[in-house]
């Protein structure tokens, strides 16, 4: 069975900092280009942040560029996400996505997690 999880969600009082993880048990995550997305209440799902399994070179989107940190650790098997200066609009649940870069069919969703961020 394969499963990506992703502790670290939660309310946080601007300016805060949280850090997800996107764990990976089953397949080798350094193999897979990795995004996260979020939804808020109302809004299109937003792949705000990218990292690729070929160079490990990084995208973020513009509303998030700056304050947060996409990165890897293949040793553990493990995508990092480190999101500083939260802002409210950074309300949203959370997730990951491992996509194998060869197989478009070969793909696998964290179970997402609610970010609350209060003024």
């Known amino acids: 069975e394969v499963q990506l999880v992703e502790p670290g969600g939660g309310l946080v009082q601007t300016v805060g900092s949280l850090r997800f993880s996107c764990a990976a048990s089953?397949?080798?995550?350094?193999?897979?280009?990795i995004r996260w997305l979020r939804q808020a209440p109302g809004m299109k799902r937003e792949v705000f942040s990218c990292?690729?399994?070929?160079?490990?070179?990084?995208f973020y989107a513009d509303s998030v560029k700056g304050r947060f940190t996409i990165s890897r650790d293949n040793a553990k098997n493990t995508v990092y996400l480190q999101m500083n200066n939260l802002k409210p609009e950074d309300t949203a649940v959370y997730s990951c996505?491992?996509?194998?870069?060869?197989?478009?069919?070969?793909?696998?969703w964290g179970q997402g997690t609610q970010v609350t961020v209060s003024s």
């Open positions: 996505n491992a996509q194998n870069p060869l197989i478009a069919t070969k793909y696998y």
């Open positions: 990292i690729s399994s070929s160079d490990g070179s990084t």
């Open positions: 089953g397949l080798t995550l350094c193999d897979y280009f």
